[in-house]
T-cell receptor
């Protein structure tokens, strides 16, 4: 089993839609959680950290479910510019482990 | 500089040659990662350095790949006797332990 698993997609959604991605992780002792965004031919960049109580940044909401060992990312009112690959990241000891990513395509 | 710096940004090499890729992490970051990404694929973990601990080399695909980190700062990834399947973007990232990682812009390696 992979340490971090994501649905690769692609998720094809119209502008304005709400879309959610889930990610599961295998290490119950993981302490740190993040979502990264990677645009085509660019390096991954931090989108947001994920906190136990859940957190929101504008149109983006991240949630953590420790009991079920999954993380979610909700994007409301999707924009064309949200099209990218979204990477789920957890810690394994001090080491960060990246999922393979979920592709989002927002279409007009 | 303030960010992770990788060099060269592009490298074209002939099959069978050795190449060295360099990564300058963010100052003070004790953790350093190397990843490989082939076109249209996800990140493939290669190696992880944390402070003075023995590196986690579990992702290195063959003994042609090696990496070192001198003085806990700059890292070099070496690929010996390059093959065409080594063509990819090689990404370096650094972080404080367990905290968010910052990536360099990568080195695009093409083996011809």
């Amino acid at each position: 089993r992979k340490e971090v698993e994501q649905d690769p997609g692609p998720f094809n959604v119209p502008e304005g839609a709400t879309v959610a991605f889930n990610c599961t992780y295998s290490n119950s002792a993981s302490q740190s959680f993040f979502w990264y965004r990677q645009d085509c031919r660019k390096e991954p960049k931090l989108l947001m950290s994920v906190y136990s109580s859940g957190n929101e940044d504008g149109r983006f909401t991240a949630q953590l479910n420790r009991a079920s060992q999954y993380i979610s990312l909700l994007i409301r009112d999707s924009k064309l510019s949200d099209s990218a690959t979204y990477l789920c990241v957890t810690s394994y000891g001090n080491k960060l482990v990246f999922g393979a990513g979920t592709i989002l395509r927002v279409k007009s | 500089g303030a960010g992770v710096s990788q060099s060269p940004s592009n490298k074209v090499t002939e099959k069978g040659k050795d190449v060295e890729l360099r990564c300058d992490p963010i100052s003070g970051h004790t953790a350093l990662y190397w990843y490989r990404q082939s076109l249209g694929q996800g990140l493939e973990f290669l190696i992880y350095f944390q402070g003075n601990s023995a590196p986690d080399k579990s992702g290195l695909p063959s003994d042609r790949f090696s990496a070192e980190r001198t003085g806990g700062s700059v890292s070099t990834l070496t690929i010996q006797r390059t093959q065409q399947e080594d063509s990819a973007v090689y990404l370096c990232a650094s972080s404080s332990p367990g905290l968010m990682a910052f990536f360099g812009q990568g080195t695009r390696l093409t083996v011809v």
